[in-house]
Structure formats: C-alpha cells, structure tokens
C-alpha cells in the first residue's frame, strides 16, 4: 500500500491529502489509525 510505505519511509513528507487515498479506496478513519500504529 502506497500510504503505509510512504508512512514507513517518510513520514515527515505526510500532509493532508496522503489520506485520501486510503479514503477513497474505502477505509474508514479507524482502519487508517490502525495502518499508522503498525507502520509508523
């Protein structure tokens, strides 16, 4: 997933708009906290 390995890489490069992605593919708010808990 995009998001996890831009969270894992660089995460100081995350902005507003990297979770929309993971929105749009339809994961909730709280299926996003759980990927930043186990990426980051």
Not at 15 to 30: F, K, Y
């Amino acid at each position: 997933m995009v998001y996890a390995r831009l969270l894992s890489k660089d995460p100081g490069g995350m902005v507003e708009n990297s979770v929309q992605a993971p929105r749009s593919a339809g994961w909730s708010d709280g299926g996003i906290l759980e990927i930043n808990q186990v990426s980051a």
